[in-house]
Structures are given as C-alpha cells and as structure tokens.
C-alpha cells in the first residue's frame, strides 16, 4: 500500500509539472515552475520565446534554463532539450508563445501556446 501511495504521488508531481499546449500553468505570486521543450540545435532548430504574439509576460519572470541531453558529443540530428523556469510576479492571466526556427529563417516551423494563470 506504501509503495502505491509514493507512485501515485510521484504521478501526481509529474502531471502537475508537466506542460502540454493548451494546458494551463496555475500559479500563485511568487510560485514558480519549470517548462521544458524539445530541440533539435545540431541542425539549427531552437525554440524561442516569441515576445510579439505572447500576452501579458509582465506578469511573469521568465529565465532561460540552457539546454539538456545530447550528451558531450552531439551528433547531428540527436535532440536535446530547452529549459525554462516561469515565476509569477502578480496575479493575472499570460500566454507565452514558443516558436520553433532556425535563427535566419524568417517564420517558425512551428509554434507552442502556453498559459498561465496567476491567482493568490
């Protein structure tokens, strides 16, 4: 019984933590919460966050984490992965908006949408 209760609560803080589009990241001022997203740097292709299409981010602080995985020796093609850590400033409601794209093209292959709402 002990070990069912720890895996579901280890399921219930990856669930919580874990960002899909659509979802909503609910935060109280001050909280935070860490996003991540996969990208495949070793051929060009990153994700950013676009500040034009984004609302409301004064709400929010919003530090680059780097990136993870790959390994020390990346092989093109081998994915690695984009952090972020999101901190609520002051209740509201925001949407960050990730595109996809290498630095000199002109439009993202594609785009991610998330909100988050930021309630006492």
Same mark, same amino acid.
């Given at each position: ?11 219930? !803080? #990856? /669930? =919580? #933590? ?5 979802? +909503? &990241?609910?935060? @109280? $001022?001050?909280?935070?919460?860490? #996003? ?12 950013? &966050? ?8 004064? &709400? ?15 092989? +093109?093609?081998?994915?690695? !992965? ?11 409601? =925001?949407? &960050? !908006? #990730? @595109? ?5 093209? $002109?439009? $993202? !292959?594609?785009?991610?949408? /998330?909100?988050?709402? +930021?309630?006492?």
């Amino acid at each position: 019984m002990k070990r069912l209760l720890s895996r579901l609560l280890l399921l219930s !803080v #990856f /669930v =919580a #933590f874990s960002a899909h589009a659509g979802d +909503v &990241i609910r935060l @109280a $001022p001050g909280g935070s919460a860490n #996003f991540s997203l996969q990208e495949n740097m070793t051929t060009g292709y990153s994700w950013r &966050i676009d500040h034009a299409a984004s609302r409301d981010l004064d &709400i929010l602080s919003i530090s680059d984490g780097g990136r993870g995985g790959g390994g020390r020796r990346r092989m +093109v093609g081998s994915p690695s !992965v984009r952090h972020w850590k999101i901190r609520a400033l002051k209740p509201g409601h =925001a949407e &960050i !908006v #990730f @595109a996809y794209q290498r630095p000199w093209e $002109p439009a $993202p !292959v594609k785009t991610r949408s /998330v909100e988050v709402e +930021v309630a006492p």
